[in-house]
T-cell receptor, first 116, second 108 residues
Framework: EAEVAQSPRYKITEKSQAVAFWCDPI?????LYWYRQILGQGPELLVQ????????DSQLPKDRFSAERLKGVDSTLKIQPAELGDSAMYLC??????????????FGPGTRLLVL | KNEVEQSPQNLTAQEGEFITINCSYS?????LHWLQQHPGGGIVSLFMLSSGKKKHGRLIATINIQEKHSSLHITASHPRDSAVYIC??????????FGTGTLLAVQP
């Protein structure tokens, strides 16, 4: 069964360093989502792509976070510089169609980030 | 006040019990999702519904659009059902707004 792949699974870094996360959605899925989940809370959308275009990045802290999906397939989320408050689980999800339709989202295993 | 609220936050049940988790939302939605998250982080979508009721195995999800309320029921609960259950609302762009989750522990 096709799955959403993410790497790394775990990342420990020191504050002020740069970190990057990678996501490969299920083949053929047009929409890709990055969520951040702080311990004990529900996930929060950071950025949503339809193909290579950003649909929603209203909650992305743009002074330190960036995301790209250059060829409309895999995606990278970067934090520079990392802060202590960035410690969280970063989840990637994908769905089949365009963002106009209500569809099931398929989640990857997540990247757990710890900033020291 | 969160746009999507769940209750209870924590739930402990004995194996075989009937379980209900409730979700209320204050936003206009296109669909309501129920998801399951196991320790370690992986999230699996259980249901997406915009009206009525859906059933899959021992899981049943219902929604009342007028009251902006949804419930997830688990019949004949089993220890392997232990997980965090999260409801989420989606709007026009399929963006999910999550509740904080219900931590369910089913004891043998």
């Amino acid at each position: 069964e096709a799955e959403v792949a993410q790497s790394p699974r775990y990342k420990i870094t020191e504050k002020s360093q740069a970190v990057a996360f990678w996501c490969d959605p299920i083949s053929g899925h047009a929409t890709l989502y990055w969520y951040r989940q702080i311990l004990g809370q529900g996930p929060e959308l950071l950025v949503q792509f339809q193909d290579e275009s950003v649909v929603d990045d209203s909650q992305l802290p743009k002074d330190r976070f960036s995301a790209e999906r250059l060829k409309g397939v895999d995606s990278t989320l970067k934090i520079q510089p990392a802060e202590l408050g960035d410690s969280a689980m970063y989840l990637c999800a994908s769905s089949w169609g365009t963002s106009r339709f209500q569809e099931t989202q398929y989640f990857g295993p997540g990247t757990r980030l710890l900033v020291l | 006040k969160n746009e999507v609220e769940q209750s209870p936050q924590n739930l402990t049940a004995q194996e075989g019990e009937f379980i209900t988790i409730n979700c209320s939302y204050s936003v206009g939605i296109s669909a309501l999702h129920w998801l399951q998250q196991h320790p370690g982080g992986g999230i699996v979508s259980l249901f997406m519904l915009s009206s009525g009721k859906k059933k899959h195995g021992r899981l049943i999800a219902t929604i009342n659009i007028q009251e902006k309320h949804s419930s997830l029921h688990i019949t004949a609960s089993h220890p392997r059902d232990s997980a965090v259950y999260i409801c989420a609302a989606s709007g026009a762009t399929n963006k999910l707004i999550f509740g904080t989750g219900t931590l369910l522990a089913v004891q043998p």
